[in-house]
């Protein structure tokens, strides 16, 4: 009786899980950045993911350590066409679709290009919301930090 109980709250929780995902489409469906984050069970840490799609030529799916809050914001930037900037707290990341590469920078970018969007865990589900045109005041810090150098 004992072990069917056990039996039963281990995939009571097991089931408890959840996955979010949020993706800025770039010129269509086949070429895109996609946030995803999981949680295996509800209380546990999420594990978040980058996804960058260039239908039919590359997808790849990169880990972001340490971005694991409930209350995720990671702003989006554009340099160039197909090359991309996120930041989520001190955490930089760059990013290009032509091959699907994907590092994270040492030190803050000092031109992180044009805000066009962001990431956001809302009241319910991730979402990615347009901002083109803003700029918010993490950005103008940035821009006063050292120039990037990117870990290889």
């Known amino acids: ?4 109980l056990l039996l039963l709250a281990t995939l009571l ?9 949020a993706a800025y489409l770039i010129g269509g469906a086949q070429h895109s950045l996609t946030l995803s984050r999981q949680q295996d069970f509800m209380g546990a840490d999420w594990t978040t993911e980058l996804v960058v799609a260039r239908f039919p030529d590359c997808q790849r799916r990169y880990l972001l350590l340490g971005v694991v809050d409930d209350k995720l914001k990671m ?8 090359v991309f900037i ?6 930089w990341y760059v990013t290009e679709t032509q ?11 000092p031109a992180p290009g044009e805000l ?3 990431f956001e865990a809302g009241d319910v589900a991730l979402e990615y919301k347009a901002l ?14 050292p120039g990037p150098t990117a870990r290889q």
């Open 99 to 109: 091959g699907c590469r994907f590092q994270q920078f040492k030190v803050p970018p």
């Open 75 to 82: 702003d989006l930037y554009q340099t160039e066409p197909g």
């Open 13 to 21: 929780l097991a089931a408890c899980g959840e996955t979010q995902q």
């Open 86 to 91: 996120l930041n989520s707290g001190k955490r």
């Open 132 to 145: 083109a045109g803003k700029k918010p005041a993490a950005a103008d810090a940035a821009q006063s930090a």
């Open 116 to 118: 066009i969007g962001r």
């Open 1 to 4: 009786m004992t072990r069917c």
